[in-house]
């Protein structure tokens, strides 16, 4: 089955809207208008990636509020709510869906790649569960924020389109303002998505599914011979790929449930996530994740409970008999472990400076990892001022300030100068290697709900754009806001983060 056209959209219209996802059948979602709010305003729109998007700047200038807001439905849209299920923190449910989302449509970029649009907080939908399918303003700046921070630190992610406030309230714990997101995505389909249709037997649109996902996701497998098990096994590799990136940059996901891993390998649904100050592997900031589930360390092994929960939905297209499926799928899922080590391992080998692979590296790795988990030390600048090191020792002695007993770090240090002496002696271009994959600037917990304070008690969103434009570029040195590379001071601490439904 192919539902994908041979040709993009009209570059004229305000959006060039091609959707494929509409033409699969009907069971795949659900036709929903966005419900109108009280007085739109757009709070930020994203140019550069409007641009990327081949959108009509002048026409989203002029309409953005009303577009973005769900109060204006823009030409060729085919607005939609997708059907999935989920196992949430291991307990399955087999009707989820897009309870505050509204898929818009789909436009081909300008790169060619085929990106979904979708308004976060529009309204109901038939999934809402009783819920009144809106967003509060917080969640919405803090996907913004931490999206877009994550596209330039390199990681596959959704992007933020743009962000609107409603003019009206949203009730939760207290009355909150209410706002809609923006969010673009290579596509929308989970994990969960397989598992609605294969938890109703519905083996036809699982193979549906499948189709439709490798066209648009993985081409290249059509000419494998066996697709369907290319498809597993590509799924895993950019998911462990995707994983060990996070835990590069410290980066707690909080809610890995299956209804928020997605087939494309991108990172999505920034509820309750959070970078690490302090090292620490066993680290949750979910205010619901209770027994540690998505904790830091816990995030590879979760990624791949969720590829065994994909591999239960697609077992029957893998081979002819029972056994010879379950066996070539085990094998598949067998392998993940060592596809994620090695992506993990090569991506810290380049965060110490390393360019070579040495049979030690992987012992020299956990032990400093072990020493900052001792000595609190900060994750992100660790790493960023251990750069300063391998370009001049005299640097030691600001990295060793972050370790509570800063003599535990010399050790540590002679052995890894010492691994640094059997590769060419290049200090400038070793330090200028390790900046690149090293960031000075992330999104820290405590400046992102700044922002969110400062714009949802006084309307003011200057912090906003200030952290946007900070996380912009967090791998350059920025003299003037070294502010936001600090940690947080005592008393400023974010300890626990909400998924904001």
């Avoid at 389109?161 to 309230?169: D, E, F, M, N, S």
């Avoid at 087939?263 to 205010?287: H, L, R």
């Avoid at 003599?407 to 070793?430: N, Q, Y």
């Amino acid at each position: 089955m192919n539902s994908l056209p041979p040709q993009p959209g009209s570059a004229t219209a305000p959006f060039p809207f091609d959707n494929s996802y509409a033409r699969l059948p009907g069971n795949f979602y659900a036709r929903v208008e966005p419900t109108p709010v009280a007085e739109p305003w757009l709070i930020k729109l994203n140019r550069p990636l409007a641009e990327e998007l081949r959108l009509d700047i002048e026409a989203l200038e002029r309409d953005g509020a009303a577009i973005f807001s769900g109060n204006m439905v823009p030409a060729g849209a085919e607005p939609l709510a997708m059907a999935y299920a989920g196992h949430q923190f291991g307990t399955f449910v087999s009707q989820l869906g897009d309870g505050r989302a509204i898929l818009l449509g789909e436009v081909v970029d300008r790169n060619g790649k085929r990106r979904d649009i979708q308004l976060k907080g529009p309204g109901q939908t038939p999934y809402s569960r009783r819920g009144d399918g809106r967003a509060a303003l917080g969640p919405v700046l803090r996907e913004y924020i931490v999206s877009e921070a994550m596209h330039a630190l390199g990681v596959p992610t959704t992007r933020a389109l743009a962000a609107t406030v409603t003019g009206q309230p949203v009730y939760r714990e207290q009355i909150l303002p209410g706002a809609v997101f923006t969010r673009v995505a290579a596509s929308h389909i989970r994990v969960g998505t397989f598992q609605f249709f294969a938890a109703r037997g519905d083996m036809e649109s699982v193979k549906a599914l499948a189709d439709y996902v490798i066209d648009r996701h993985y081409p290249e497998l059509k000419a494998d011979e066996n697709p369907y098990l290319g498809l597993l096994k590509s799924v895993a590799e950019r998911q462990a790929a995707l994983i060990a990136r996070w835990l590069h940059i410290g980066f707690i996901h909080g809610v890995m449930n299956t209804d928020n891993m997605t087939i494309s390998g991108e990172t999505i649904d920034f509820g309750p996530c959070a970078f690490m100050d302090a090292y620490d592997p066993k680290k949750v900031f979910s205010s619901i994740d209770q027994f540690g589930r998505y904790a830091y360390a816990n995030q590879p092994a979760i990624g791949q409970w969720n590829l065994a929960r994909l591999a239960e939905t697609l077992v029957t297209l893998f081979a002819p008999t029972a056994d010879m499926a379950v066996n070539l799928a085990n094998d598949a899922l067998g392998a993940y472990g060592a596809i994620f080590q090695n992506h993990w391992l090569d991506g810290m080998r380049r965060k110490i400076g390393l360019s070579t692979a040495e049979e030690g590296d992987l012992e020299l790795v956990h032990a400093l990892l072990a020493l900052m988990h001792k000595g609190g030390a900060d994750f992100t600048l660790t790493f960023r001022r251990l750069a300063a090191s391998a370009e001049d020792a005299g640097a030691d002695a600001e990295l060793a300030k972050l370790f509570q007993a800063p003599e535990a770090l010399s050790p540590w240090l002679a052995d890894w100068r010492r691994r640094l002496e059997r590769e060419a002696p290049r200090p400038v271009e070793r330090a200028a290697a390790m900046r690149a994959v090293n960031p000075a600037f992330i999104p820290r917990n405590h400046r992102v709900e700044q922002a969110i304070e400062a714009a949802t008690e006084n309307a003011d969103f200057s912090l906003f754009e200030a952290l946007l434009d900070v996380t912009s570029k967090p791998y350059e040195d920025q003299p003037g806001h070294a502010a936001y590379a600090e940690p947080p001071q005592p008393g400023e601490e974010v300890l626990q983060t909400f998924c904001g439904t």
